[in-house]
């Protein structure tokens, strides 16, 4: 899985003029943490995102890491690495490397934007060759594989197309894409790999078909070494053509794993880079939108040529079989040409016989599936997938605003709706009274204009634990009491108003005694 195979691919279909018939050709951002999560486990991501920080060479990412702020750098990442084999299967195929966390986000992010141009329908086919890691699984890292960028992708066109088919000409089964859709009928895998029980990674019999509502949305073609050029593309032409037609598929996702070539360094089949193309060449026919994305392939400069011939038939172009010059010219000696001999005089396994029978296997199941599936779709507008998006930010800020109105009703406040005569006996009560209040005081400090009919206000109400006229005595004003006095209760206007009650209890007593007016002040 050697990144070169990438440069000398990319330098081949510059070399060729390829890149001038694609209408995009750019580099897409890198894929977000979140969209990583979209379908594999957080602490699984966060683990990636970690090794990022545990091996960089910089202080700063050092002191970033929980648990090892401070700690050198060989010891942040023996812990590291030993927790990735521990707990996600990291090891010798998968091992811990500088810059780890950049590269599955910068191959996921190619993947989901090519999935994303397909859904929008700005594009009819798309081209990822750094994606296609087929092997990994949700929580856990497999043969050479760290993040399923093709899981990632089929999310993304389900959310706008009903059924999505997956096929696979990795020379490896396609173990990760097929566990994440096992229990799905609205995606289908085939995989058409080598298949001997101890070959890598040992899954995809032709008995396995998926579960639930996905039973018999999981197709495997497994095949045996030496499988020719005749032998794979009739066979694969008479699975996949009734598979289309059954199926029904909105889109394809088509991994192109260059390990099933001749000549490979780990594979055993006898594939030529013409056999291959053809592949790809029949269900690009179909004129469904299409999803083209690399893979395996250990024999790099092999890998690259296939790729390249590949992008010329997705864009329709026939090219000469000498290669163009490129700075690794010295890759591709001694032919230089797009189509070396790579086929080996390997024995080929695979009998007319057992062929005969994974077909009629196959297309037995397909029986079982009585049409495409329907799934219930609905157009949401752009404004509201926005919303939808946001929603996260809505419902926190949501639970934000709860939990400050909660401390405001807890904490203790007067209540200025409160009526004013009300009795009130607590921790805020500023009197300190048992509760009984002398009704307002209405026209004090008026010099005129009472209305009329009404009594004198000008004598003071007692409270009624006040006895003998005491606390008056104390606090009563004299130019009130001397006013009582001389008038003497009379009011104007028409007719005789009713004595006030303090005015007549005055009169009653000695003048001497009563508390409301001097002995020189009494009238005649």
């Known amino acids: 899985m050697k990144p070169h195979r990438l440069t000398l691919t990319n ?21 977000t943490q979140a969209e990583l999560e979209e379908y594999h486990d957080p ?165 396995d078909n998926g579960t639930g509502l996905g039973k018999y949305f999981s197709l495997n073609v497994p095949l045996q070494d030496g499988v020719d050029d005749d032998s794979y593309v009739t066979l694969f032409k008479e699975v996949m053509g009734p598979v289309i037609s059954v199926f029904d598929p909105s889109s394809i996702v088509l991994q192109c794993g260059a390990d099933s070539l001749g000549c490979d360094r780990l594979g055993a089949f006898n594939l030529s880079i013409n056999a291959h193309g053809e592949c790809v060449q029949f269900i690009k026919d179909f004129n469904l939108p299409l ?28 090219l000469p079989e000498q290669l163009p010059d490129t700075v690794f010219n010295a890759a591709f000696a001694p032919d230089y040409a797009l189509h070396p001999r790579i086929v080996k005089k390997v024995d080929n396994l695979n009998t007319p016989k057992s062929l005969e029978n994974i077909r009629n296997t196959l297309l037995e199941k397909l029986r079982y599936l009585k049409g495409a599936p329907s799934v219930q779709m609905q157009e949401l507008p752009p404004d509201l997938a926005r919303w939808i998006d946001s929603e996260e930010r809505i419902e ?42 002398a009704p307002p005081k209405r026209g004090v400090g008026r010099p005129r204009g009472r209305p009329r009919g009404r009594p004198s206000n000008a004598s003071k109400v007692v409270p009624v634990e006040q006895e003998d006229g005491e606390e008056d005595k104390e606090k009563g004003p004299p130019r009130a009491r001397r006013a009582a006095a001389k008038r003497g209760g009379a009011k104007r206007g028409r007719g005789k108003a009713k004595e006030p009650a303090a005015t007549a209890s005055a009169r009653t007593q000695s003048p001497v005694d009563s508390p409301m007016a001097e002995p020189d002040e009494i009238p005649d």
């Open 11 to 31: 330098e081949l279909v510059v070399g060729y003029g390829l890149h001038k018939k694609m209408d995009h050709f750019f580099s897409p951002r890198p894929a």
């Open 43 to 207: 602490d699984y991501v966060d683990y990636l995102r970690r090794s990022e920080l545990a091996l960089a060479p910089t202080a700063h990412a050092k002191s970033l890491i929980s648990g090892v702020a401070g700690a050198s750098r060989v010891g942040a990442g023996s812990a590291l690495i030993k927790e990735g084999q521990d707990c996600f299967n990291f090891g010798e195929d998968c091992p811990v490397f500088e810059g780890l966390y950049d590269f599955v986000r910068q191959y996921s992010g190619a993947s989901i934007v090519a999935a994303r141009k397909l859904a929008q329908r700005t594009t009819d086919i798309a081209i990822n060759w750094s994606g296609g890691l087929h092997h990994a699984k949700k929580a856990e890292a497999s043969g050479f594989c760290y993040i399923n960028d093709i899981v990632l992708a089929i999310l993304e066109l389900l959310r706008y197309q009903p059924r999505v088919l997956y096929v696979d000409i990795d020379i490896h089964h396609g173990d990760g894409v097929e566990q994440a859709f096992y229990h799905s009928n609205r995606v289908m895998t085939v995989s058409f790999h080598k298949f001997t029980g101890d070959f890598f990674p040992g899954t995809g019999k032709l008995e």
């Open 291 to 318: 999803l083209i994305l690399g893979g395996g392939g250990y024999t790099i400069r092999n890998v690259s040529r296939c790729w390249t011939y590949e992008t010329s038939i997705l864009l329709d172009t026939t």
């Open 396 to 437: 926190e800020r949501e639970r934000r605003t709860e939990r400050e109105e909660d401390m405001v009703m807890n904490s203790p406040r007067r209540d200025n709706h409160r009526p004013r005569n009300e009795f009130y006996d607590g921790e805020d009560d500023q009197d300190k009274d048992d509760g009984t209040f």
